[in-house]
């Protein structure tokens, strides 16, 4: 393992990554889940952002592990009823929701000098609102950690 600039890098040989995929081609969540929390655990954590899928995660996690990790980005523009899911699921499941936010001052700044929904008016200004509200703090949660696992669909992907 390598450490550049606060974050935890993993380097996975090639061999190896091929190895996995191999291994869990059509294996069922769970036990992709309980291997990445026996090979990393407290190193690894859900990104949540309390979709279905990602609750089904949660669930699953909570069921192998219930002190698994679990955070979620609070961007200061979450509906009541992410929260409210949020609330419940802690509850239901017992497991605890590591929330993280955007820097205080950079949001303050941002709103400041270009307003509310500045997000609206061009691409340029999308990309530095998801960088201040998104981007940074998801960094700051993904530090120090060596797996992180997602609510991501495989056809969901890039």
């Not at 239901?92 to 000098?113: H, S, Y």
Request: charged share 35%.
């Amino acid at each position: 393992m390598e450490r550049d600039e606060g974050k935890c890098l993993v380097k996975i040989p090639v061999e190896r990554l091929d190895g996995l995929r191999a291994r869990f081609r059509g294996a069922p969540p769970e036990e992709v889940l309980r291997w990445a929390l026996s090979e990393y655990h407290p190193d690894v954590a859900l990104a949540s952002s309390f979709s279905k899928e990602d609750i089904v995660l949660i669930a699953m996690m909570a069921e192998v592990r219930p002190d698994a990790r679990v955070f979620a980005l609070d961007t200061g523009r979450l509906h009541e009823e992410t929260y409210m899911a949020a609330e419940a699921v802690s509850r239901k499941l017992g497991v605890r929701i590591e929330w993280r936010f955007p820097d205080r001052a950079a949001v303050e700044e941002l709103e400041r000098t270009k307003g509310l929904y500045s997000f609206r008016e061009s691409l340029e200004n999308r990309h530095e609102c998801c960088r201040i509200r998104k981007v940074e703090p998801l960094q700051r949660a993904l530090s120090g950690l060596r797996a992180w696992v997602t609510g991501q669909r495989r056809e969901q992907g890039l």
